[in-house]
């Protein structure tokens, strides 16, 4: 494959809950030219992502042009990219890989930022899923640093019953028999078709099943949607990567240690960036009553929910170009506003 992105090298990472990451490394894309006054706006990725997959937010006469802002693309830990299960040091591999937080991601994106790259200021933090997560943390971590946030489909702390799907997730996956006390020692096959099987019941909503749009798709039947789309997305995971990355999208919480001490509502009242939350009506794990509650606990913050029977995947161009253009349209007047 084409290396199409750079690696930040940031040494060994002191983690939030103890330990350290050795040798950690962040893999990011860069768009558009850096020029004194150009906005920059970062673009975290989301849960078994990686930059390629989400660029479809990126081009010219988009609301992320490259020809008007610097965008920067970072790969979370975890995905595979940057520092993984699968690529990590010598003996930090495996099940050796220490647990991250979302903190820990945001702490290390915003040395890349801030130091590796000089930028002084960051226009927008934009994500979808796990990297809605990340941009509630980057504006409640550094909130003299980032003037907007647009979380998408995402929360600012997990909530329990996100943790329970997780654990139906994580229970389908590790029954693999390759996994062994928790850990993978070979690439999974059956736990990544099991995995697929319940994410495709929790991805999409109800009415999408109800409607039959998998076969406006294409797909000659349910059982053939389960097994080209969703059994497709995760074939090609490292089962340990996948651990990794539910383990950071379960403990993410704003609040958590210091200076917010577990405190939400605290961490939710420190974010002074402008914020433009978009749940989608149908989420089945990222409710908009979730992000209701967090947006009234916000200083400037608006609810617009994306009314799709998309439920959770509502990121996906390539199948849905209405739900994409409704996103794309509300970034795009988000920047404009003074």
Request: proline share 6%; charged share 20%.
């Amino acid at each position: 494959m084409t290396i199409d992105h750079r690696i930040a090298k940031l040494g060994d990472l002191p983690l939030q809950n103890g330990g350290v990451l050795k040798g950690a490394q962040l893999a990011y894309k860069v768009f558009g030219a850096a020029s004194p006054g150009r906005p920059v706006i970062v673009y975290p990725t989301s849960f078994g992502t990686t930059h390629r997959d989400l660029e479809w937010l990126i081009g010219p006469g988009r609301a992320l042009d490259p020809e008007r802002y610097l965008i920067v693309m970072i790969n979370l830990f975890g995905n595979g990219l940057s520092s993984s299960p699968s690529n990590a040091a010598e003996g930090q591999r495996g099940g050796a890989f220490p647990p991250l937080t979302m903190y820990d991601n945001v702490a290390a994106q915003h040395r890349l930022i801030a130091d590796l790259l000089g930028i002084g200021r960051v226009a927008l933090v934009v994500g979808f899923s796990m990297g809605a997560q990340a941009a509630f943390h980057w504006a409640a971590r550094y909130p003299d640093f980032v003037q907007r946030i647009a979380p998408i489909c995402g929360s600012a702390r997990t909530s329990h019953h996100n943790v329970v799907f997780l654990e139906g997730v994580k229970a389908a996956l590790t029954g693999d028999r390759a996994c062994e006390d928790g850990a993978f020692t070979a690439r999974p096959g059956q736990g990544l078709r099991n995995m697929a099987r319940v994410y495709a019941g929790w991805g999409l909503s109800q009415a999408f099943y109800r409607e039959e749009i998998y076969l406006r798709l294409g797909f000659t039947s349910l059982e053939d949607f389960i097994v080209r789309d969703w059994e497709a997305r995760f074939r090609h995971h490292d089962g340990n990567d996948l651990l990794a990355m539910i383990q950071t999208w379960q403990s993410a919480d704003i609040g958590s240690g210091t200076p917010f001490d577990g405190d939400l509502l605290r961490a939710l009242a420190a974010i002074s960036a402008q914020a433009l939350v978009m749940p989608s009506e149908t989420d089945l794990y990222f409710p908009v009553e979730d992000s209701r509650r967090e947006v009234a606990a916000m200083k400037a913050a608006r609810l617009l929910p994306i009314p799709t029977i998309w439920g959770h995947r509502v990121n996906n161009p390539a199948q849905n170009p209405d739900d994409a253009a409704f996103i794309d349209r509300a970034l795009r007047e988000f920047l404009a506003e003074p």
